[in-house]
């Protein structure tokens, strides 16, 4: 029975050979492997590769495809910040968060919150209300307990504070802080931790994270940030990591300027701290071939600085395209910023990223 089938399998053999030609059949090349994604890539590491996302462009079928083949996390742009999710006093509005929640689950993908306490994007009719220290404080309780509430459990992290310093360290004045501030105006960081434990109190499984941007090297931001840090983990506030912002320029920045970064980041994963990269882009003057190629080198860089440090566990861009990018609204003449060009391509600086992860 056995030598049956092997002759049987000979003569088919045979057979294809005359009717097929044999050499085709010997010599024909492989198919070439399908190439890996960011997604499927930066799993090895055990990192999660996110993109801020706006809900408006999932009407775009090449938004939602690379969307969702690319990234294993998105985060809002601007659908929770105060202004838009919470436009009047007794309003909520959670229809763009709702809605890309919903297309992160149906992709299998992580959706982490931004931002609870900012002083950008704060409403008009909390601006000019003339609030006590008091009233504002129970309107920002009642703000961050009412949006974790609504995606507890589902969103896994928070920046629950954004950009509350300025570059010498010192806390910038915001309505927040002391305009007229929730009561510790000149209190240095005790407004922050407050809104930290009404963070833990509202979604007691939310990572909850302290975000800003040029604190990735050391110095006096990123010094004030560490000592806030340092002194929340030795009284027990609940800060459970920090966010590096990344918003680099091509003019300024290149990888030997980040040097210290890495430093910079061992310290902050020594306090028992988890690292986010949270907001990468590289912004160019031009987008000739010498530029993208230098862009691709820092994005290179950038990911391979979260792939060397096990605390770094999300790397994630202000947005993928340049169609569809902060960057040309707020610098005149700056543009060309994310991995993937205005019309859906892969740029030099998706395989920098590409290449970093495998
Ligand atoms: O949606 C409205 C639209 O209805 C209106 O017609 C139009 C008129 O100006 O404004 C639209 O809102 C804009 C919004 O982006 C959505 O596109 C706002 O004007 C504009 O100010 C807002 O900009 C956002 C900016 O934060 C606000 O400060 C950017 O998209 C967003 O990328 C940027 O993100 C910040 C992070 O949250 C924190 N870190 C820095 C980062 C870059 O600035």
């Keep these: 029975m056995r030598g049956f089938r092997f002759n049987a399998q000979i003569l088919a053999s045979l057979f294809l050979c005359i009717f097929f030609g044999c050499r085709a059949r010997v010599n024909a090349p492989a198919p070439p492997a399908p190439e890996s994604t960011l997604r499927v890539a930066a799993e090895a590491h055990r990192i999660t590769i996110g993109t801020a996302a706006h809900s408006r462009y999932l009407r775009e079928p090449e938004y939602e495809a690379v969307l969702a083949s ?16 919470h436009p009047a006093p007794d309003r909520y509005d959670f229809s763009g968060g709702d809605v890309l929640l919903s297309f992160a689950e149906s992709h299998d993908m992580l959706v982490r919150g931004h931002t609870l306490v900012w ?63 929730i009561g510790y105006a000149g209190g240095g960081t005790r407004y922050v931790e407050q809104a930290f434990r009404w963070a833990r109190a509202s979604d007691p499984k939310a990572h909850l994270f302290y975000n800003d941007y040029d604190t990735e090297q050391i110095n006096a931001k990123s010094d004030a940030i560490y000592a806030m840090a340092k002194d929340f983990k030795a009284r027990g506030v609940p800060l459970d990591g920090i966010g590096f912002q990344f918003h680099l320029d091509l003019r300024f920045d290149n990888p030997n300027k980040l040097a210290s970064t890495a ?22 003057s031009d987008g000739s071939p010498a530029s993208l190629h230098s862009q691709a080198s820092l994005y290179h860089a950038v990911t391979k600085l979260c792939v060397a440090q096990p605390a770094c566990k999300v790397l994630q861009a202000w947005g993928f395209t340049d169609k569809h990018s902060w960057i040309p609204g707020f610098f005149p003449n700056m543009d060309w910023g994310l991995p993937f060009d205005k019309d859906y391509k892969k740029k030099p600086a998706y395989y920098g990223m590409l290449g970093a992860l495998q």
Excluded at 71 to 82: A, G, I, T
Excluded at 149 to 155: R, S
Excluded at 266 to 280: D, H, P, S
């Design 119 to 181: 002083h950008r994007q704060v409403p008009q009719w909390l601006s000019s209300a003339h609030h006590t220290p008091a009233q504002l404080a129970m309107v920002l309780r009642d703000h961050i307990k009412r949006v974790m509430l609504h995606y507890a459990g589902k969103l896994y992290a928070w920046d629950v504070v954004n950009e509350a310093f300025n570059d010498d360290g010192s806390m910038r004045t915001t309505v927040w802080y002391d305009q007229p501030g």
């Design 70 to 85: 690319e990234f294993s996390q998105l985060e809002p742009e601007n659908e929770l910040k105060f202004a838009v999710v």
């Design 263 to 284: 430093e910079n980041m061992r310290r902050f994963a020594a306090l028992g701290l988890e690292i986010n990269i949270t907001e990468l882009d590289v912004r160019l």
